[in-house]
Nanobody
């Protein structure tokens, strides 16, 4: 069983930056693909980015060049560095994990989820 705990959300002005963290418990967590998803009020949960156990990364088009995902396997932690934030990035951000190599963009492929952390971009 893998447990995920997100942190780092908050209120930031447009153009600002935030770094989210997702700490994974469990001795095999380093072998999991980790993903970030977000859900804005009244909208469906959408894919943001993911990193496989081998280090392969993929990004949603709207965040390419602004967001960066990384992982520290020694700490079983995945990070989401978010720069040049826009009001449309406002959402609850969720960390997800599973042993997958394909379909990283689909939330249905992830079994383990964190509780979410709120990110609000507003002046």
């Amino acid at each position: 069983q893998v447990q995920l705990v997100e942190s780092g959300g908050g209120l930031v002005q447009p153009g600002g930056s935030l770094r989210l963290s997702c700490a994974a418990s469990g001795r095999t967590a380093s072998s999991y693909t980790m993903g970030w998803f977000r859900q804005a009020p009244g909208k469906e949960r959408e894919f943001v980015t993911a990193i496989s156990w081998s280090g392969r990364t993929i990004y949603y088009d709207s965040v390419k060049g602004r967001f960066t995902i990384s992982r520290d396997s020694a700490k079983n932690t995945v990070y989401l560095q978010m720069n040049s934030l826009k009001p449309e990035d406002t959402a609850v951000y969720y960390c997800a994990a599973d042993r997958i190599q394909y379909g990283l963009e689909s939330s249905r492929n992830y079994k383990h989820w964190g509780q979410g952390t709120q990110v609000t971009v507003s002046s």
